[in-house]
């Protein structure tokens, strides 16, 4: 019997491809870029699975456009879907799955990292040394927010979320609020907000962790941004059009609120020259997950899924 054919959409860890290799009859992209509506197009008529990710975008009209299509699943690597309509894809009898485990202690590192980065001025601080202009310690010098003992505000209070409030809480002595559409069943004292402006309003650093979709999308907007303290922080490591673009440089130009710590944005890869001309916002590019072991463990829950699916099997992660 046939091995199955897949596509793998990116370059992945050696230990991924391996892998691949050894269960399926694999394809690979070299290109580091979203695949095109006609490279969708064709793989979704070519391959019994793909392996897309960030920025493949699978939406209706994809599944509209071919049909019937010989694919069957679409095993994305990474944990945010935004970019599948997964409503679509199993109408046209194509099983989507994720890989969610894998991602959340990485992508709760990065927040802490956005969090002390923005607080403490690191970013402006590193490069005003590299720059040359450093004159010498002084008493006054770039003081930011001291973080221990502030109170957090996270909007999602998922896994991510969850690992987020422990850092905070148990790591820096932290007060936690969130917002959520139910009470959650927490580890650590938290308290929960009736708005996402509720929460703004008596956070001194504002944490985004929801995920994307049209549901969420400039969930963060003038009115919340309005509503945060003029000494505090937004953090954003869900998805870039959480947070409305255009109003978040409105705030940080005119000085309403003291930072922002990014590493996900609206239109990516572009990320808007107002922001990057501006000293007090941190900007990281898509780092969550990007460490070794984590791209390695999230390549090897979506061949779980894979394996999973062709062997017959419920796969682990079915969206």
Not at 31 to 53: F, H, K
Not at 201 to 223: K, Y
Not at 254 to 270: H, Q
Not at 297 to 308: P, S, T, V
């Amino acid at each position: 019997m046939a091995r199955p054919r897949i596509l793998l959409a990116r370059p992945l860890p050696d230990a991924v491809t391996a892998r691949a290799h050894d269960l399926f009859d694999v394809e690979q992209r070299a290109a580091n870029t979203a695949l095109t509506r006609a490279e969708m197009c064709s793989s979704l008529v070519l391959y019994d699975g793909i392996m897309p990710t960030l920025g493949d975008l699978f939406d209706a009209p994809i599944f509209d456009e071919i049909g019937n299509p010989r694919c069957k699943l679409l095993a994305n690597f990474g944990v945010g879907y935004n970019h599948i309509d997964v409503e679509a894809a199993r109408a046209r009898g194509i099983t989507v799955t994720n890989t969610p485990g894998a991602v959340t202690d990485a992508t709760a590192d990065i927040a802490m990292t956005l969090i002390l980065m923005s607080a403490r001025r690191a970013g402006e601080g590193e490069r005003l040394v590299r720059a040359g202009n450093w004159t010498g310690w002084n008493p006054t010098q770039m003081l930011g927010l001291h973080v221990t003992g502030k109170r957090i505000g996270i909007v999602g209070m998922g896994r991510i979320g969850q690992a987020i409030a422990r850092r905070c809480h148990h790591g820096f002595g932290m007060s936690v609020g969130y917002m959520a559409r139910s009470d959650k069943q927490l580890d650590f004292p938290a308290t929960r907000a009736d708005s996402v402006t509720d929460l703004a309003a008596g956070a001194d650093i504002l944490v985004i962790a929801v995920p994307g979709g049209a549901e969420t999308r400039h969930l963060v907007g003038s009115a919340v941004l309005e509503a945060m303290p003029p000494h505090a922080h937004l953090i954003n490591i869900a998805r870039g059009d959480v947070v409305d673009e255009a109003a978040l440089v409105a705030a940080l130009t005119e000085g309403r609120i003291g930072g922002a710590g990014l590493d996900v944005y609206e239109r990516e890869p572009e990320v808007p020259q107002a922001l990057r001309a501006l000293d007090n916002v941190t900007l990281l590019p898509h780092l969550g997950t990007a460490a070794l072991e984590v791209r390695t463990a999230m390549g090897m829950l979506a061949l779980d899924n894979m394996a999973a699916f062709f062997a017959g099997e419920p796969p682990p992660n079915v969206l």
